[in-house]
């Protein structure tokens, strides 16, 4: 169980830094010059962690400034290797109109974990204190409940 | 800037009115209207028509206009979830210890049968005693009620807090209303933040509400409480879509998520038990 949460973890950073990567290509950079640079990122990113190696693709897709990229990348696990894509479009004002993961795994195993990732975009958050939250107009957040309730369940802990 | 407070629905409403204050007759209506729907909807009310096939034969029942809106989308949903999202289980909830009483001590659970239900024409078919519960889509669809309401009432920007679900107009300068996102189970921690334009805001988890191993959203198939989601936030075009996309959200495991929602129309983040997270593709807003 802990290996595969671990696995799950890493291939998790894996994809975010792909992702992560993508995005810095294609919201910082021109498309049609920088595809070296790119390579040469992700790989160093990717050599980071490991094993694995990264190999990019990018297209503009010639339509204003809308541009889309598309990361194969493959990393090891224990079982072999496994290959993995991510693809991000992002429209002319920089907005991301597409995160996509494609499932390229051919193992069983492998297969079912990178379709659970391409499900959402998995993301890391830390939370912040509220208080240190500025310029919002409300919280929003599960319902406070009403008195008759908490003192039921109040009532209801003082017994155990 | 105008504020109008109260409660209802079992939680603390706020509104924030721009441009236009309250006057009494304004705050009366709003009142007026609260009163009726919980009347009409709520669990915990005897004479409400949510409990009006508590003790009936199997039939096929008249119902209003307003309960089958909420029913007809629940039979959507219930489509979408498999099954796994019913307001038909108000008994389950009921034998959980979540009662009018608020006993919150379960009783046999496992003893429970629930019927069946579905719309015939715009009427109620039910296979035997049923009591409905409309946690998860009554309240969003009470937002919009009170949103036409204020609409008519003459107000035109204006947020409403249904204690942490609401609906957002933008503000007299056209800018949205930004909401901080509370961490699910941590009341003093934000996730990050959501800008509403004229769009619904519904934010759920299963920790406010919970007693010994229950809470309050429960998996009728299993008869237990979901355990896989802890914590689901939701934005669609308005507070009835966006209160159900939650409740759809909590049934479903993580494959299912993208393309149901997709079809509800909405924008999500759902916290999962372990210790994970999954954030549409568009949500506008801050994460932290």
């Known amino acids: ?160 | 800037m105008d504020t109008f407070d109260f409660s209802a629905l079992g939680t603390k409403w706020s509104i924030l009115a721009f441009g236009k204050t309250f006057s009494d007759a304004d705050k009366k209506a709003i009142l007026d209207m609260m009163e009726t729907f919980e009347n009409r909807f709520s669990r915990f009310r005897d004479t409400s028509e949510v409990n009006a096939f508590r003790n009936i034969d199997p039939g096929v029942y008249e119902i209003s206009e307003m309960l089958f809106q909420m029913l007809e989308r629940a039979e959507e949903l219930r489509k979408l979830t498999n099954g796994r999202f019913d307001p038909g289980l108000g008994l389950l909830l009921e034998e959980a210890g979540y009662d009018p009483q608020y006993r919150l001590e379960p009783g046999e659970t496992e003893r429970i049968t629930l019927s069946h239900w579905n719309l015939e024409g715009e009427k109620l078919f039910i296979d035997g005693p049923i009591v409905f519960d409309l946690g998860g889509i009554g309240k969003g669809f009470c937002i919009d009620e009170v949103a036409t309401l204020l609409r008519t009432l003459g107000f035109q920007y204006f947020l409403i807090d249904a204690g942490g679900d609401m609906y957002g107009t933008e503000k007299e300068d056209g800018s949205p209303f930004r909401i901080a996102l509370e961490w699910p189970g941590k009341p003093d921690t934000a996730f990050g933040t959501v800008e509403l334009r004229h769009q619904g805001l519904a934010v759920s988890d299963t920790f406010r509400r919970r007693w010994g191993k229950w809470h309050h959203i429960l998996n009728p198939k299993e008869k237990s409480p979901v355990e896989e989601v802890i914590g689901v936030s939701a934005v669609a075009k308005n507070a009835f879509d966006a209160d159900c996309m939650t409740s759809v959200l909590f049934q479903l495991s993580r494959k299912e998520t993208p393309q149901v929602a997709s079809i509800l129309d909405g924008h999500y983040i759902v916290f999962y038990s372990d210790s994970t997270v999954d954030v549409s593709a568009h949500w506008l807003g801050e994460l932290f």
């Open chain 1, 1 to 160: 169980m802990a290996i595969a949460k671990k696995k799950i973890v890493l291939i998790g950073l894996l994809i975010l830094a792909g992702v992560l990567a993508i995005i810095r290509f294609v919201i910082m950079k021109p498309v049609t010059e920088e595809k070296a640079e790119v390579l040469t990122g992700t790989t160093e990113m990717m050599n980071q962690k490991g094993s694995e190696s990264g190999k990019m693709m990018g297209s503009g897709s010639g339509m204003m400034n809308a541009k889309t990229a598309t990361v194969n990348t493959e990393y090891s696990n224990p079982g072999g290797k496994d290959d993995v894509s991510f693809t991000i479009a992002v429209d002319g004002s920089g907005v991301i109109t597409k995160a996509e993961t494609g499932v390229l795994a051919v193992h069983p195993i492998s297969k079912t974990r990178q379709e659970s990732f391409a499900a959402g975009l998995p993301a890391v958050l830390v939370g912040k204190k509220l208080s240190d939250v500025t310029k919002i107009d409300r919280v929003g957040g599960s319902s406070l409940t009403t008195n008759a309730f908490n003192e039921a369940l109040s009532g209801l802990k003082a017994q155990i």
